[in-house]
């Protein structure tokens, strides 16, 4: 198809596998090349007529890819591949370290600004779906209060913060919503919670041979920042049990918006998830507005953009008047 | 505030009032008049410095009134007074017979683009709403399927019919999900549901003196279109007990998509609404999508749109800077 939109990847871990696998559920999309900062031949990729190639490569690609999704990480990756590649193409990224969106947005702006390239930032589930939520919902009902939850699912940052507990052979956290601070929050009664009130952190540890279990469950559970301020449970489990039932990256959780209008009337309003695979779902919503950064460049919409400047009709393949006629 | 986005409402039945009343609470916005086809001083409207007056005086207001929200219904006044208001003012609605808004966007198209003024139709939370989220996951989630539920809620359409069956004095229907279905859906089942499938049908009725009640509710049940295909209720009940406990107009339901991605891990969206008056909940969305018009048509965007061409951004006060900064 002559006008499929042509996509590149930069970065191949989990999301990057997750952004390949869901453009292939997109006839309007092409996966035109992966870039990467390993050996190229060292990536083992199963995708018939896509390149590999080492990211120093991409700058000769500009004519062949419409829209670049950076899948590298918040720390590290993006404040520098945001920018330097927002001066070569249309992108998409996950950027998600919250306090410092405003100045990641300025950075990405003045870049897609200057090539005329249109960039999309803190594209995926939170930020992106969640916060869409967030502020429809608060425009709405101005007077009430926003909940977001998170889980029930795999907290990356919390299991790595785990693994660095001397003598801890490996180890996953789980992010819980209490189920009590949930209903609360459905049944309108807009309480005050903080985020520890609202989440059950629940690890699964293997110990190390001849480690005390009771001394790395003290140390996981009055870790500052990270377990402290929480109800924290840790159960050990063998490096078998780790494996059969901990190697998948579910996740979801929920917004909530508990108004009043009018002489006391409650309004409840939710947006929840519930996830198999949170890459292969970030991934997805990073596809979609693939196809708006695609469409917004080609109005002359240039520089950086987030979920709150996209209307909804730039992310779908199909005409607004399908749109209108099928699913308004 | 001479900033404050000045309103006008067009209808002052139970949405016109939920309009006056969300307007209430957004300090950004005035609300300037009223406008009925009744004599203006039969309505006891009683908010201080708003106009009421007769909807022929309306095109006298074009440099007062910056949106016009009309409250009227989608079977005869809609389609008239849409068209109509689109060449004087920024104009929203929530029409919504779904099969006839391909036609009636044109209308309105035409009206608004020849008098330079911006028309945001269907709004309110289906169409509205809802809408948006079938779009936007389907967009997501293209390999799955989409599931509209309706209710818990008063369903004014069915509630009408009920009350025209000889012997019928008063009566509501509430049409309620079927929880078996809804829990197929959120399983990530992909069922194939008709509406009948997915909804049952809850009658309270005030039967007249001397009437044969089991024949009441036969007739009720075997209603074409309205009953006969689907799993009915009816119950008998006083007067009195109609007016104690049947007298608010609750609503809800809750879109749910179900997707698979990469190698068969299951994906589930869902966006839920419980409402404890449907009426002020849309008017409170319409007032939302005021803002947006306005703006909009500051910036040139003359014409029709929908909820999916707009940003969410337009919706909030707040500026850009601001959502990025606290709600992405």
């Given at each position: ?15 990057g ?26 990536l ?11 990211i ?17 990480g ?9 920018p ?6 249309n ?5 998600d370290?919250h306090a410092?969106?405003p ?43 926003t ?11 919390h ?9 801890v ?7 819980i ?8 929050v ?82 409840i ?14 991934a ?8 708006a ?14 979920v ?21």
């Amino acid at each position: 198809m002559s006008s499929q939109i042509k996509v590149g990847i930069v970065g191949y871990g989990n999301l990057g596998k997750g952004v390949a696998a869901a453009i292939e559920q997109c006839p309007d999309m092409e996966l035109v090349a992966i870039f990467t900062r390993r050996t190229p031949d060292s990536l083992s990729v199963n995708i018939p007529n896509v390149k590999v190639l080492h990211i120093s490569d991409a700058e000769s690609y500009t004519n062949e890819i419409d829209v670049m999704i950076l899948c590298g990480g918040s720390a590290t990756d993006l404040p520098e591949q945001g920018p330097q590649f927002a001066r070569l193409f249309n992108t998409i990224d996950s950027y998600d370290t919250h306090a410092k969106i405003p100045e990641y947005f300025n950075m990405v702006d003045e870049a897609a600004k200057a090539s005329g390239k249109t960039s999309i930032i803190s594209v995926g589930w939170d930020p992106g779906l969640f916060s869409i939520n967030r502020l429809m919902t608060e425009a709405i009902l101005p007077n009430g209060g926003t909940y977001s939850f998170w889980g029930k699912g795999l907290s990356q940052g919390h299991s790595d913060a785990v693994r660095r507990v001397d003598g801890v052979a490996g180890a996953v956290q789980y992010t819980i919503p209490i189920e009590e601070a949930v209903e609360k929050v459905r049944n309108g009664e807009n309480p005050e919670l903080a985020t520890a009130e609202k989440h059950l952190r629940v690890c699964y540890v293997v110990a190390e041979e001849g480690y005390d279990k009771a001394k790395i469950e003290q140390e996981i559970k009055t870790m500052p920042n990270y377990f402290a301020d929480y109800e924290t449970e840790v159960n050990f489990i063998t490096a078998e049990e780790l494996k059969a039932d901990h190697s998948k990256l579910p996740h979801g959780g929920f917004v909530i918006r508990s108004g009043k209008t009018g002489e006391d009337n409650k309004q409840i309003i939710e947006f929840s998830l519930n996830l198999d695979s949170n890459p292969e779902f970030t991934a997805s919503v990073l596809v979609a507005y693939a196809r708006a950064a695609y469409r917004l460049n080609n109005e002359g919409q240039a520089g950086a953009k987030t979920v709150f400047e996209v209307p909804p009709v730039y992310l779908s393949p199909k005409s607004a008047e399908e749109l209108r006629r099928d699913l308004l």
